[in-house]
């Protein structure tokens, strides 16, 4: 039988429920000051505050992600500090908070977060370093694609197809000598045999392509079809970005044939409608 959605608490009552006995009461008060708390964002992160340090991850986590959204840079030493966390999610969310508050000193905690002991740390701070500064973030991007965790390496590569782009609007100003790193960089990557690797090498190859670089098609059109495959939940999504990609070169005879297969599949799948965009087509 349909149930009403529960109402969204009042201001006073998520901060009552703050300091409830019961730990998913205490986190869902904290979201919901997200909400109900932009009317007096200071009041509402300063009595989000003691949920830093409290005993439940998930309650830790959802005060951090209020308080990004209520620029709290008063309490940034304090999100800083959950960079240290014992639990991976929450040492996550305090470099994404970190990276919604902005600012200089938000900007330095994740530089010196780029260099943290935690791989999931770095990962996140690379990406709130590219939103920060995309030029900052370009030189971390460049210096990620060689990282030794697999993941990192692949973000610093996709990163780096996206400020390459050149149909981002508005275009990222790079100078030839800095196009041609980052092109040098990703041909590299995308020549990894290592298995523990080969999802550092589709990205590349799918960067490339972003960049306009046809050298790199072959590999992709083979993982829009998916003849060519990597381990992971992430796979299929993978392959959407490949099809997407291949639109900005489908003048390339391999490319338009793929993604012109893709497109004219009787399945309404999610690789179809990807292939008919990319084509420049409208997707039912």
């Given at each position: 039988m ?6 969204r ?19 869902s ?32 986590t959802a ?16 999100i ?17 908070a ?11 905690a994740?530089?010196g ?14 990406l ?14 460049l210096?990620?694609v ?6 990192i390496?692949s973000?610093?590569a ?17 100078s ?12 590299r990557a995308?020549d ?6 080969l999802?550092v090498?589709v990205?590349a ?37 490949a ?42």
């Open positions: 349909f149930q009403p959605s529960p109402l608490r009042t201001y006073a009552a998520a901060l009552r429920d703050l300091t409830s006995s019961k730990p998913s009461v205490r986190a008060a904290a979201a919901d000051l997200l909400s109900v708390g932009t009317d007096t964002p200071r009041a509402a992160a300063d009595a989000l505050a003691p949920l830093l340090d409290d005993g439940d991850s998930s309650v830790r005060a951090l992600t209020t308080l990004g959204a209520l620029d709290a840079r008063h309490l940034l030493d304090a800083a500090a959950r960079l240290d966390d014992g639990e991976s999610t929450v040492r996550q969310m305090a470099a994404v970190l990276s919604d508050l902005g600012g200089d000193r938000a900007l330095e994740l530089r977060a780029l260099r943290h002991r935690h791989d999931d740390v770095r990962y996140q701070a690379l709130g370093i590219v939103r920060a500064s995309p030029s900052e973030g370009f030189a971390a991007a210096e990620a060689d990282d030794a965790d697999p993941w390496a973000e610093g996709e990163q780096l197809g996206y400020l390459l782009d050149p149909q981002v609007d508005p275009p990222f100003e790079l030839p000598g800095e196009r041609e790193r980052a092109m040098a960089s990703l041909r995308s990894e045999r290592d298995p523990a690797r999802r090498a990205i190859s799918i960067a490339r392509v972003r960049a306009g670089d046809e050298g790199a098609v072959e590999p992709v059109t083979a993982f829009a079809r998916g003849t060519h495959t990597i381990p992971g939940k992430d796979s299929a999504e993978l392959r959407h970005d099809i997407d990609a291949l639109g900005s070169v489908r003048h390339h005879p391999d490319a338009r044939s793929v993604l012109e297969r893709l497109a004219r599949s009787i399945l309404p799948t999610p690789a179809r409608s990807h292939a008919r965009l990319a084509l420049g087509e409208a997707s039912p």
